[in-house]
């Protein structure tokens, strides 16, 4: 059977940038310099701030976007551009400069989050590369960072992964991991992302027992009486009384996923403590998002397991990042282009974010100035500090930045530290 | 750079699965024969069916479902399962069998719509594997499906790839032609899956040359006058003016990407036919869901292109398709099995489905009965013809159905076609 896989990324690609390709290499335009631009015009409604993810995985993506023999045959057999157009593709790399915001960051409506700049050509053909990259995993950090947030230090594993795309479910779980999620049901992103992994008992393992206790001796058995027991299968009482009863005293943790699980964690917490276990974890799972997790706030939790929710954004699967032109050589100048199309204008030329944080570090503006003039001195801010927050992902092709996953994770952390009281006071 | 990617789909993996198999070899219970069954509890509110979708893509991915020696690695260095659990994935392939309805299929709430059938063991590792697959699949069938209905036979190009991760995008144009798009945006999917690619001029073409009439002249030296021009950049009017100009007479198409399309079509069409240009056609785009191209059903419009609210399900990113055990092998014989948690209850043993139709091919109803039993005669039916909808996808670890993706596409082309009436009837 014919594996239907891609080897390369150059065709992660809409037909659209090949045929504009086309058009500039034959108008003389395709080596002029341009600036493009990922933003998004507005954030999700109810949303303060987004936080941008995947950087590091579109720096991996192109690196391997270098056309393939298949990709150029393909190329030929569709019969839709010029054999220059197809040479330029050929011996592709790209040799632009990227700087942006670190994995991580948070941004707001109108935010340049990454600044592509090179010939219209190169910048031009990567554009749904890097949409896809940013849009996906930028969705999933705002969702997964307001489920952090309202889980409030208790731990959560993300456990999505049969949700969503069998490949987005790695990136899922990357990106989980980077805003504060503790682990990851998904072994293969354990494997290439080097994330905790965790997990134990579905309901199949009890089921395949002609009885719970059954199931639970022989969990206790191989995984050990700390692991955490699925109590829900058939009622909750019996399941943490056999549960109790196969461990020969305090399981390490019960798991509940099915009902109300407010009632569901406070039923199951007397019933553990008036049998003397007094230390066996409750972890809740089951549709959860950072709303239900809020409404859990009070409840003997210590621990969720988020999965449909997160990985489809809570409500938003999709950042609504662009990619748009801003600056192109004319004469060897660069001039700001923009457009007025209704509803989706933009502003022209390159722009510059500078950051102001008080004595404290903490954030209290955003501005964005042409790169060419000067940042505005605006003394409302009172800030005590202006930060360019920009750093150089790719210099002329030169892949010159890269974190750990542990590193853009503490760095997401300081992010969420820096804009708290900003949360606050918009709250 | 260290390349990300996983080299077979083994790892694509819940650890709970692995660990359940640990407990379950412990316990001699891993090679008992069992029974699991794809499903979903309900369709989202409003949805009056479901379309399958990713079986094909579930066949190649299970036919690389082999752990390579940096997956078994990674389980070493992972430290969490016995070596005789380890020695067991090692050689570890598929020998189940899999049958189901075939790609494209509507299905209901409570439809079995796979059944797979081997050793617990088999059965219980490539659970998230299966989901993923079918689940985001499925998502977009029913959402595309949606919008090729709402279409009314005006074509659709699929060009989401953007919006969703990158491989996810491949998904996505794949199943968008089986429901019925006309094409993508994508050329990946176009060289992999060997479906048509769309696409001409964005934006950045226009704003990369000092005036519109000189972006468009150039794309109608390389593109050709019958090519598709934006005409939104800066205003329809003027934009539309230019591509008759440069063209010297009627372009192949006009698109317009912002605005109310209804009123921007019905403009455009107007003064394209006050200038003689009665041929060309007009292209909508811009946040297209079945609601807004139902919408615009009676407007001037030739074909729609569809993004965002197509690849995030227009709304249902995810399918909700849960797999659950149903049969286990206890003492030699099959039992059924079921759970009994709160709104997760399932019914216990395999289950057959049976479609009815009237004498003209139209579907009527369907009933799902215990395997062991006859299917249940209800005369209320006045079905001319009961048929068992189900294919062998896998006999015992051998594929022994495949079909091209026209034929998929034409297959649930007549799934559509029998479904009308249903369709009629229970809106």
Do not use: W
Request: overall charge negative; charged content about 25%.
């Amino acid at each position: 059977m014919t594996e239907n896989r891609l080897e390369t990324t150059a065709l992660h690609t809409d037909k659209y940038e090949f045929t504009m390709l086309d058009t500039a290499i034959n108008a003389d335009k395709a080596f002029h310099r341009a600036v493009f631009e990922v933003f998004t015009r507005s954030l999700p409604q109810g949303r303060k701030y987004g936080i941008v993810g995947g950087q590091q995985r579109l720096l991996e993506a192109l690196s391997r976007f270098k056309f393939s023999k298949a990709d150029i045959s393909f190329l030929h057999r569709a019969n839709f551009l010029s054999e220059r157009t197809i040479g330029y593709l050929e011996s592709f790399e790209f040799h632009g400069t990227i700087t942006g915001l670190p994995e991580g960051s948070f941004y707001f409506g109108g935010t340049p989050i990454l600044k592509i700049e090179g010939t219209f050509a190169e910048c031009l053909i990567i554009e749904t590369l890097v949409l896809s990259i940013l849009n996906f995993d930028s969705a999933l950090a705002a969702a997964g960072e307001r489920m952090v947030r309202a889980a409030n230090r208790r731990p959560i594993i993300e456990m999505g992964s049969r949700r969503i795309h069998e490949e987005a479910a790695l990136a899922a779980a990357r990106i989980g991991y980077i805003v504060g999620m503790a682990s990851t049901s998904n072994l293969g992103a354990a494997r290439i992302y080097n994330i905790p992994a965790s997990g134990t008992a579905g309901h199949a393992l009890v089921m395949a027992f002609e009885n719970q206790i059954e199931a639970f001796h022989a969990q206790a058995m191989t995984l050990g009486a700390s692991s955490t027991f699925l109590v829900d299968t058939y009622d909750q009482e019996s399941g943490i009384l056999d549960a109790i009863m196969a461990c020969d005293g305090e399981p390490g943790a019960i798991r509940i996923d099915s009902g109300d699980l407010f009632e569901g964690a406070t039923n199951a917490r007397q019933l553990l403590d008036s049998k003397g276990a007094k230390s066996t974890r409750i972890i809740v799972t089951g549709d959860l998002d950072e709303f239900e997790i809020q409404r859990l706030r009070d409840a003997p939790i210590d621990g969720y397991g988020v999965g449909t929710r997160f990985v489809i954004g809570s409500g938003h699967p999709s950042a609504n990042l662009v990619y748009k032109l801003s600056e192109i050589e004319v004469n060897g100048e660069m001039v700001g282009v923009s457009k007025a199309s209704i509803g989706k204008e933009t502003i022209p030329g390159s722009k510059k974010v500078t950051r102001h944080f008080d004595q404290d570090g903490r954030f209290i503006a955003e501005s964005i100035s042409p790169t060419a003039k000067e940042s505005s001195q605006n003394q409302y801010f009172m800030a005590s500090s202006a930060i360019d927050p920009y750093v150089t992902f790719i210099e002329r092709g030169r892949i010159s930045f890269g974190l750990s996953i542990e590193k853009i994770r503490s760095f997401h952390a300081n992010q969420m530290k820096a804009l708290e009281r900003f949360v606050e006071l918009n709250d």
